[in-house]
């Protein structure tokens, strides 16, 4: 490939107080959002949350009920779809069936007058390694290739602002983790500003340089991959990406950099710079792979918090890890995932356990403890029908 | 040995159903090489011949009605192709007030016995004042038509992805290009259907054409009028063409289509 063939840098992305109401419901509420340029920026949330309608906003293809869209620090907000600097890779790839795949590429810059389409088209599908099956229909091709044919289509335009609609959803587990390097490297590459839309956490952390958390159309918490991880800041954060073990008490004292939180009776401490609340009932968590399992009653130690004993109700092996449930008198299930560093479970159903952290490891979440909501993923039943019911409510009002 | 009834009932009923079918397609095929004499009926065999083939226009009226039908055909399929694949567009993408309904009344021509809608239309061109002929006939048949067109595009415009038409509209082209480029090829096997449907009703209607002709005569109208004296050989050489025409069409379209996928199988 030419060198600084793709050389145009990505822009900025502006939202503004965006909100966007449907018939029967407010898909997003107040957004407000800034994307530097060349970043790879992950928008995640489950279904439902927003997400994609935020995309759809961006690239021109809904209309926001209110808030301003810019674009490289130009507002855009009323500029239609086709006049946009943007692409999108759709989730279903939307590719032409009527045309080759050459012709699929060569698309935007023939609509745009560009010089020369056919040979910036080789040259993109060059880049997605998939030049020699350039003359062939989508319908001929596999669900990967039709997805990097997809890719090449949108990043051939040198678009400012490059829009990724979950296009790994289709994908299976093996060729999903190859793609999401792929297109790593291709942003890399090219050096574009990437929008990647999607509902899989640890595509969401591989992939972006920052991850948005986007729940009930707004956006819950923003940062690095590892700060999300490290130090989720509600309790949807703490159980979206990844898994928590979450408690809630009222904070005793504070002595130095660290506030006590009563759980149940037992003093547990977390840093004040990890706590979100530094007074009344707060919710604390800590991550099921930072907890250490004993057998025996640990030592009381600095910096180490301890709860126990309980019974092991559950183990199952996953692998790399074994995943331990112990049930707490006053605290519920506590889930524990160790490394397998010897054959066989370290403690079985049934026996006793204690279970400790570094104090560091713990944090202290934002939610106000009575709403804390208990995460649930919105494809059950319940939130399918709800979202049938909108949909269907939508459509009596409109006819 | 077993007799099995059932083995042998089901073949026997289908050659039956069959010859049942086809006797009058043959007989009209074999009639048209009928040595009649000229200007009498073509009931009794009186020799091969292929002269009624050679000079098909011999026969009073024949072509200039045959040329009427394929007129009127052509002129009525592109009024109703266009109109009813804007509307398809309409109903199947837009959500409207009384889109509903409108799906409904479009629906109706469909559904109303052709005497009555051929007597109603008649009645309305009397009172309105329009005198009935070419202009009434092509009116008449592009409007029921229509519906067809409709029903048949509309189908394919909901099998289409809007996704396909966002990703255009993403890619730079303005709504015009979108049309041309993107939706029209897609929905293309479908208006070709929908046009080749609407010709063919419009060539064998007869109620319909009937009650608005005025002096015009199409061909159904003519074979009609000519059965009261005997319809000419030449008569039944046309039918048969128009047959033989609509099986070339079919057969060609089938093989192609079975080439085509051959070739995809080949390459992937």
């Known amino acids: 490939m030419a060198e600084g063939a793709f050389a145009e840098a990505g822009a900025d992305l502006e939202l503004v107080g965006i909100h966007k109401r449907f018939p029967g419901f407010t898909a997003i509420e107040d957004l407000d959002l800034r994307i530097p340029a060349g970043s790879f920026f992950a928008l995640l949330g489950p279904s439902g949350c927003g997400k994609t309608t935020t995309l759809r906003l961006v690239a021109g293809l809904e209309q926001p009920t209110s808030g301003r869209i810019l674009i490289g620090g130009k507002d855009v907000t009323d500029v239609k779809s086709f006049k946009r600097p943007v692409n ?30 056919l040979g910036k088209a080789h040259e993109a599908l060059r880049l997605v390694e998939l030049d020699h ?19 090449a289509r949108a990043v051939v335009n040198r678009p400012a602002l490059l829009l990724l609609d979950e296009p790994l959803g289709a994908l299976d587990l093996k060729l999903r983790r190859q793609m999401q390097l792929e297109l790593k490297s291709i942003q890399t590459d090219v050096g574009l500003t990437f929008l990647h839309v999607t509902h899989d956490p640890e595509e969401a952390l591989t992939m972006a340089d920052t991850v948005a958390v986007m729940n009930k159309g707004k956006i819950e918490q923003m940062g690095a991959p590892e700060e999300l991880y490290e130090l989720p800041k509600t309790a949807f954060v703490a159980n979206f990406l990844g898994q928590s073990n979450l408690f ?26 990890r706590a979100q609340r ?61 490394q397998n560093m010897v054959f ?12 400790a952290w570094t104090v560091d490891h713990g944090f202290g979440l934002a939610d106000e403890p009575e709403h804390a909501p208990k995460f649930a993923a919105d494809t059950d039943t319940a939130t399918i029908a709800l979202q049938t019911r909108h949909e269907l409510l939508a459509e009596i009002e409109e006819a | ?150 029903v048949t595009v509309k189908a394919r415009v909901a099998s289409l ?57 199409t061909f159904p109208i003519y ?32 093989l192609s289509s079975a080439a085509r996928r051959k070739r995809l199988a080949k390459l992937s």
Not at chain 1, 303 to 317: A, I, K, Q
Not at chain 1, 344 to 350: E, L, Q, S, T
Not at chain 2, 225 to 248: D, K, Q
């Open chain 2, 161 to 217: 992805d809007p996704a396909l038409e966002e990703a255009g509209r993403d890619l730079y082209g303005s709504p015009a290009q979108v049309f041309w480029k993107i939706t029209f090829p897609l929905l293309l096997p479908g208006i070709i259907a929908a046009a080749l449907l609407s010709f063919a009703l419009s060539f064998d209607d007869f109620i319909i054409t009937r009650f608005n002709n005025g002096g015009v005569t």
């Open chain 2, 1 to 150: 040995m077993k007799f099995s009834l059932g083995k042998w009932l089901l073949p026997l009923y289908s050659a039956l159903a069959l010859i049942f079918l086809l006797v009058p397609i043959a007989y009209t095929f074999v009639f048209s090489f009928n040595n009649s004499p000229k200007g009498k009926s073509n009931v009794q065999w009186a020799g091969f011949t292929f002269d009624k083939w050679l000079n098909v226009c011999d026969a009073q009226g024949v072509c200039e009605a045959f040329v009427t039908s394929i007129v009127v055909g052509v002129i009525a399929t592109l009024i109703a192709t266009a109109l009813g694949t804007l509307m398809a567009l309409a109903l199947a993408r837009y959500r409207f007030r009384a889109r509903s309904a409108i799906s409904l009344l479009l629906f109706l021509p469909m559904a109303t016995p052709e005497v009555v809608l051929g007597a109603g239309l008649a009645a309305q061109f009397l009172t309105a004042g329009v005198p009935k002929g070419m202009v009434t006939i092509i009116i008449a048949h592009a409007l029921f038509c229509l519906s067809f067109v409709v």
């Open chain 1, 88 to 117: 999108t890779v759709f989730q279903s790839y939307a590719l032409f069936p009527h045309m080759t795949v050459l012709e699929n590429v060569a698309f935007g810059l023939r609509r745009r007058g560009i010089p020369d389409p």
């Open chain 1, 248 to 273: 809630t008490g009222p904070v005793v004292s504070s002595k130095g950099d660290s506030i006590i939180v009563d759980i149940a009776g037992v003093k547990v401490e977390v840093p004040s710079a």
């Open chain 1, 344 to 355: 066989g479970p370290v403690v079985n159903v049934g026996a006793e356990a204690w279970v």
């Open chain 1, 133 to 151: 099956l350039s003359a062939r229909r989508p319908a001929q091709l596999s669900g990967g290739q039709q997805q990097r044919v997809a890719l």
């Open chain 2, 223 to 254: 074979v009609y009028t000519a059965a009261a004296r005997g319809v000419p050989a030449e008569a039944n050489v046309i039918a048969s063409a128009v047959f033989l025409f609509a099986l070339i069409l079919v057969v060609v379209s089938q």
């Open chain 1, 278 to 338: 530094h007074t009344d009932e707060v919710t604390i968590g800590v991550r099921p792979e930072k907890l250490m399992l004993h057998t025996e009653a640990p030592r009381k130690a600095a910096g180490v918090n301890v709860l126990g004993p309980g019974r092991v109700t559950d183990v199952s092996f996953s692998g790399v890890s074994t995943q331990y449930q112990i049930a707490i008198p006053g605290l519920g299930l506590v889930t524990v995932f160790a």
